[in-house]
């Protein structure tokens, strides 16, 4: 016993061993932004606010994403570390469970830091108030008859939007953008167009940036992700052209603080639809439509089918064409992408909805009666 003390007590001069206590502190800090919201969305709109400007500015001056190569090099340092530490241990005998303990310690200690970061950086936003209260979108529960009408409304608008765009020789719309790099700074003057209605969705972030590996994160199930650590947008430039302006949109709604992923959705439609690129306008009106058309089928499969009927045969092409570019990736790498995601938004305290059919809905659903009333 009374090695085992005196082990105990040489390991606890380790300095990095002090570092576990950030992973209690994070926890803490979560529990407490979520029993107060105020504190959440005082965070956001100032120590959020600058600390994600500053960093974002110096990575925005590289043209490529700086997360992506940090995490290629940290799969390379991971690695290494555990070939290198476990060879040590089998080689050298010598003192084995003071250097097994150090070489486990280590990366618990690094998971700590990693984690109260990402909850000082990001994670608190989590709390913060909804889009509703701070726009003033008045969420209700909806009727059926509502959500048909808006699903209509949404098919004039990309059914007309389409008529304008480009296709290729299989009938399928086509970027217009001679670059994504473009298509990326399109993406940034559309979003910075909302902060004279919206204030809290800040301009003068720089533009999303392209994945290298986009092929790979289709297999993974991934459109885009927002890295809290570099506050990079990232986007997947491998999936149909529609879809990429929203998806775009979509991560800088995440750059600005809200991390919800139903409220990024309808964020980057109002971006989109605020545009004054076609394309984008059209990609908004697609991501808005699929949500409400999906809720429409959940709520009622008659006018489901007689809204759905009423689609043009472009629209109608890229659909089928998006559905075909997801299928061939199905398989266990894409479940097992899924499962994480989803068991990180459950983490989050994500929730599918707040009314009847799902948030990105029934804001949909206010915007609506907003603008019609």
């Not at 209605?197 to 297999?219: E, F, N």
Request: net charge neutral.
């Amino acid at each position: 016993m009374r090695r085992f003390f005196q082990f105990l007590k040489k390991n606890l001069a380790l300095k990095r061993l002090w570092l576990l206590i950030l992973f209690p502190l994070g926890l803490l800090l979560t529990g407490f932004a979520a029993a107060w919201p105020d504190f959440a969305e005082g965070w956001a709109r100032t120590v959020y606010r600058y600390l994600s400007q500053g960093v974002n500015f110096l990575t925005s001056l590289l043209p490529f994403s700086l997360a992506e190569i940090l995490l290629y090099l940290l799969i390379i340092g991971v690695l290494a570390y555990f070939v290198v530490g476990i060879t040590r241990l089998v080689r050298r005998r010598e003192k084995r469970g003071q250097r097994l303990f150090r070489f486990l310690i280590t990366p618990l200690c690094a998971l700590s830091v990693v984690y109260f970061v990402f909850v000082t950086f990001c994670g608190i936003n989590y709390s913060r108030y909804t889009f509703a209260q701070v726009s003033g979108l008045p969420v209700r529960d909806s009727s059926v008859e509502e959500l048909y009408t808006l699903c209509l409304s949404l098919v004039e608008d990309v059914n007309s939007l389409r008529a304008q765009l480009p296709e290729d020789g299989q009938g399928v719309m086509v970027s217009g953008f001679s670059s994504q790099a473009e298509k990326a700074q399109q993406a940034r003057v559309s979003y910075d167009t909302l902060e004279a209605q919206y204030p809290t969705l800040t301009a003068g972030y720089g533009a999303p940036k392209p994945v290298l590996a986009s092929r790979l994160m289709s297999w993974c199930d991934i459109t885009g992700i927002f890295v809290p650590f570099t506050f990079e947008a990232n986007v997947n430039t491998d999936v149909p052209d529609y879809s990429q302006p929203a998806t775009m949109c979509h991560e800088l709604s995440h750059l600005r603080g809200y991390m919800r992923e139903d409220e990024a959705n309808f964020i980057a439609y109002l971006a989109c639809r605020n545009s004054e690129s076609i394309e984008f306008q059209y990609s908004g009106a697609m991501l808005a439509f699929v949500h409400t058309n999906n809720a429409l089928y959940s709520a009622d499969q008659e006018l489901w089918q007689a809204a759905y009927a009423t689609l043009s045969e472009g629209v109608r092409r890229d659909l089928a064409f998006n559905s075909a570019y997801w299928q061939q990736f199905e398989g266990p790498v894409s479940e097992i992408s899924r499962t994480v995601n989803n068991a990180y938004l459950q983490a989050n305290r994500q929730e599918d909805g707040v009314q009847s059919y799902g948030r990105v809905v029934d804001l949909l659903l206010a915007d609506y009666r907003a603008n019609h009333s």
